[in-house]
């Protein structure tokens, strides 16, 4: 009877119709959270697994100007047989989607409603990585960006296999470490939906792929973006959980030949283009 009558009030009256719209979106936010605390904590125990590697601070100052790094950014292909080393590692990892605001933890990058859907992940090779006492030992490592860490997920040197899996490209082969980009892109589309999947995660990957490379140009470093890969293989060298998707690897190294542009050398282009308008 008390039943019947609540569910009167419930359907027939404005008051009730509010009340019950409320009470729906109440246990939608209540179960969204619950989701999201649990994914969180399935994540955070993945990436605590295997004890954690603080990396050396990243440094805010450097020589190079954002001119000079536009100027001279490169993709590049080709490395000398020569490590990182560890600092370098640290700041390219940050200048890519580390910490730059400490009141909410937002990053380096832009994101779409600060959902950071992207996660990084280094793959180091046998003495891809120097240390001050040695190397880093060769393996698939998780960037914790909150605490500036990595966490070795799968030790070994995984470069062939990834070479092989991306399409036999050999600058993935020689280079000492490739980042590897994914995206858990439910953070994006559970705000945005499809706008979320087709836009708002490209284009957060776009601009930490740009960190790289400019981070890269500044150290006197080159990268590549490497969108060809075929993704399951790459899921599978990387342990991924199924929610989450590779969508760049940048191989890392020092390279074989450097390019400059020249102010002098530009002027002239325009000048060329100019008059044969
Ligand atoms: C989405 C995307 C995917 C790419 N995939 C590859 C790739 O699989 N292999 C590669 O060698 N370069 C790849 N590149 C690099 C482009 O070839 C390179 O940016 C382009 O040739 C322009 O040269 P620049 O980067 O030196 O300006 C990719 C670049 C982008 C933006």
Redesign the pocket.
Known sequence: MLRRSLLKFLVATPLGRMAAGLAAALASAVAIYLDLLQIDVKRRDRETGGGELYLPYPRLRGSVSVEEALAN?????EYREEPLTIEELSQLLWAAYGISETTHGLRTAPSAGAQYPLELYAVVGERGVKTGDGYLAAGIYYYNAHSHSLTLRKPGDFREELYHA??E?T?VLKAPVSLVFTAVYHRTTRVYGERGRTRYVPMDL?HA?QNV?LQATALGLGT??????YDEEVSRILDLPPDETPL??MPVGRPLLSYRLTEKELIQYYQRRRATR
């Open positions: 950014r490169r993709s590049v292909r991306a399409l490209q600058w776009g792929g490379y590549v973006a490497v969108g060809a890969f760049y690897i």
